[in-house]
């Protein structure tokens, strides 16, 4: 019997646990263990029926996603779990699966091959596979509509999400609900199902939530239509709906059949590898080699904020979110009553839209305390400064919170470009000063760039890793550069969308070639949400630190100057309607066209390819300066801060991966040609360039970084 799965027995009921920390995935040897075992069950006399249960804090996370990778490399035979599901619901003895923590994925295609199902009240069971660009593999897509109804299967494959233990049994998805000991109840539900003398149901016979054909094609049309909004450019949620369909169409082995030839060809696709590195370099991304073991998070039970503007504000909801006091601080009355009622507004929309309940608004402005005075900092254990981007004034505060903040307490600026060594060089303890880079809006963006300075203590970046953790945000460590990570590539990026108008793209186009590619939002339509006053503002302050003679943009300027400032002046690259859509515009057209042949630019089409490749290859080469210079850790960090914070599509696996996915070589190649045309901007990354040449890619390069 293998050590990850132990059979045992209580009375004359077996008991077969999995042992694989910290999730029970399901390695192989996890699979082979219960098939002994129950085989070994049913050879035994004395034995009239098995649990299968999982140890520690989890039935079944799922296959083991490391798996994949090496099946798709070669350097695996693919193997099925279907023998197995089958030798489980044919099972001469009745099984019953005993679920807590996560059912998810094989494990919940396992769970739905018992006879029975029991779960522990925070149990959660769900098929999460199309997040990996895959779908069920084992029969889920088949069995489960056949105990939930087709709808929703249809819901559970298509999102990914994860249902909860009552709503599961709502759904007939589970068959009662455990208080107390999973185990003892489970043996319980099991000895009564014998003494009733039941006949153990085997899910695959069963038809009776299968639906009707009408019916059914009502809810493939819809739950399609659906997925072309919410799933762009991803086809997994599509072929969950195939394989969903297939159980309504064809016999339950024809239906495995077509669910398995769906499954393989997601498994093998750009995408399936995409979301599986996304997978694992969100969890790598908190991993910081060198750090010691001793440093530990400071406890986090009271904040401190100043500035009560945009990003003030959303942080201070991030706080009150995770239930954590928060003090709000501005210098008047009337800016600390302007920052407030936007905090009032924001929590008032997500009431309104049902998220959100009254009575748990009210706990959460509770939380925050408005303020005109630095009293009550003294009891902080974190305070974060948010004030506009001004050294001088960044100093001051700095220099009060030195002579204010409680001994181990975390000093944090929310500067975006500001040098960070020289803010902490304010206070008498650098050790404690590091930067949280939060990204607007505050209270909604996933990322946080956590901006490690020269002097900063380990245990100050552990604690800014719990607090990001705190606010469900994913923090990033990076380096004290201009710019940071995120930035300082997004400056590289918004300049070729803007040369390549100027060069002859139309606006529309520009955008169009990003989205298609997968962006959320195309360039020029993010420029005109951020403000195009705030971006002639910030490259004016870069212009001051980048060699002189290079090509600058000429079009957003004159935009600026007309007042075209975007969204919030109705126009700006786009004009805008009452309802915020953005109309193009032959005004800006004319302007970019007038603007390029009084500079003497040659105007000529422009294919989407070329867009694609001169913005996200700025993105990549820039990317590649920025690891080897160390300001961040890894490939993979880099690709999370774009996925995170700058709507870059998932499916993609963020800017690395994707040039590991394209061939390092091919986007080195370009860079070179896009050199030579275009000059100094596009010197390429000494990294890119060694890559290119030994055959490298930015996961090898990560990969021997952490070995
Ligand atoms: C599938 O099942 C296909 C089937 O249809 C069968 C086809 C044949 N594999 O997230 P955490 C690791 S597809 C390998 O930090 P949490 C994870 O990397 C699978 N490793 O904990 C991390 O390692 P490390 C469908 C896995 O408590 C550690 O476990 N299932 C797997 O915040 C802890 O993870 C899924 O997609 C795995 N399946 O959350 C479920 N899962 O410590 C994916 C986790 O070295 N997993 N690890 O960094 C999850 O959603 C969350 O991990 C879970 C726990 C909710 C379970």
């Not at 105990?147 to 709502?170: F, I």
């Not at 070729?496 to 997968?518: H, M, R, S």
């Not at 057209?589 to 070329?610: F, N, V």
Request: charged share 25%; hydrophobic share 45%; with cysteine.
């Amino acid at each position: 019997m293998s050590d990850l799965v132990t059979y045992t027995s209580d009375g004359e009921l077996a008991v077969i646990t999995i042992n694989n920390p910290p999730v029970n995935a399901l390695s192989p040897a996890v699979p082979e263990g219960i098939a002994a075992s129950i085989e070994r069950a049913n050879a035994d006399p004395s034995i009239n029926g098995i649990v299968l249960i999982g140890g520690g804090r989890t039935f079944i996370a799922g296959a083991d996603i490391k798996e994949f990778g090496k099946v798709v490399a070669g350097e695996k035979e693919e193997g099925s779990l279907l023998p197995l599901l089958l030798a489980l619901e044919d099972s001469a003895k009745p099984v019953v699966a005993a679920l807590h923590g996560s059912a998810f994925g094989g494990g919940l295609e396992i769970a739905m091959a018992c006879h029975y199902r029991v779960a522990d009240k925070g149990a959660q069971v769900g098929q999460p596979e199309v997040k990996l660009g895959i779908i069920p593999g084992a029969a889920g897509t088949q069995r489960l509509p056949r105990l939930a109804g087709v709808e929703k299967a249809v819901e559970m494959c298509v999102s990914g999400a994860p249902v909860k233990a009552a709503e599961a049994l709502a759904a007939g998805i589970v068959d009662q609900l455990i208080t107390g000991d999973l185990l003892a109840g489970a043996l319980a539900f099991l000895r009564e199902k014998i003494a009733a003398g039941a006949t153990p149901p085997k899910t695959r016979e069963r038809h009776d939530k299968l639906g009707d054909e009408a019916t059914n094609a009502a809810i493939f049309a819809a739950a399609r239509e659906k997925a072309k909004k919410t799933a762009r450019g991803l086809h997994a949620p599509f072929a969950a709906i195939d394989a969903v369909e297939a159980a309504t169409k064809l016999p339950f082995d024809e239906g495995c059949q077509r669910e398995r030839e769906l499954f393989r060809q997601c498994l093998f696709s750009d995408q399936a590898k995409a979301l599986m590195h996304v997978f694992f370099a969100e969890r790598e991304v908190a991993k910081i080699p060198g750090l010691s073991p001793e440093a530990k998070p400071v406890a986090i039970q009271q904040a401190a904020i100043i500035g009560a503007g945009t990003m003030g504000g959303g942080i201070a909801m991030n706080f009150a979110n995770a239930g954590v006091p928060v003090l709000l601080k501005e210098t008047t009355q009337e800016a600390l009553d302007r920052g407030l009622a936007t905090i009032t507004k924001n929590y008032a929309n997500t009431v309104k839209k049902g998220r959100l309940g009254e009575e748990a608004m009210q706990q959460r402005l509770a939380l925050i305390t408005p303020t005109l005075s630095y009293d009550g900092f003294e009891n902080a254990d974190v305070i974060i400064e948010a004030v506009f981007e001004n050294m001088a004034l960044k100093k001051d505060i700095f220099t009060e919170l030195d002579n204010r903040a409680k001994a181990g307490a975390l000093l944090a600026s929310n500067t975006s470009s500001l040098n960070l060594d020289e803010i902490a060089a304010t206070t008498s303890r650098p050790a404690s000063v590091i930067g949280l880079h939060f990204f607007s809006p505050a209270n909604v963006m996933r990322l946080l760039e956590i901006v490690r300075g020269k002097a900063t203590s380990d245990e100050t970046i552990v604690s800014a890793f719990a607090l990001a953790k705190l606010m469900k945000k994913v923090g990033v460590l990076v380096g004290n550069c201009h710019g940071f990570v995120g930035n300082r590539m997004f400056f590289q990026y918004m300049r070729e969308a803007y040369f390549l108008v100027e060069e002859g793209a139309a606006v529309e186009a520009v955008d169009k070639a990003l989205t298609n590619f997968g962006m959320a939002m195309g360039l020029l339509a993010v420029d005109d949400m951020a403000g195009i006053d705030v971006g002639v503002k910030v490259r004016q302050e870069n212009a001051k630190n980048e060699p002189a003679g290079r090509r600058q943009p000429l079009v957003a300027d004159k935009l600026y100057a007309l007042g075209r400032y975007g969204q919030k002046t109705g126009a700006g690259w786009y004009k805008y309607d009452e309802n915020r859509r953005a109309i193009p515009d032959a005004e800006v057209a004319a302007l970019i066209e007038q603007t390029a042949t009084e500079a003497g630019i040659q105007r000529r089409e422009i294919s989407a390819e070329e867009i694609v490749e001169r913005c996200v290859y700025a993105l990549i080469n820039e990317g590649a300066k920025i690891l080897e210079e160390g300001f961040a850790l890894r490939a993979g960090d880099i690709d999370i801060v774009y996925l995170n914070g700058y709507g870059f599509a998932a499916w993609r696996g963020g800017p690395m991966w994707y040039a590991d996915t394209v061939g390092v070589k091919n986007v080195y190649d370009r860079v070179c040609e896009f050199h030579a045309e275009h000059g100094a901007w596009w010197e390429p990354a000494p990294l890119l360039k060694r890559l290119a040449e030994t055959g490298g890619t930015f996961a090898a390069w990560d990969k021997a970084k952490t070995e």
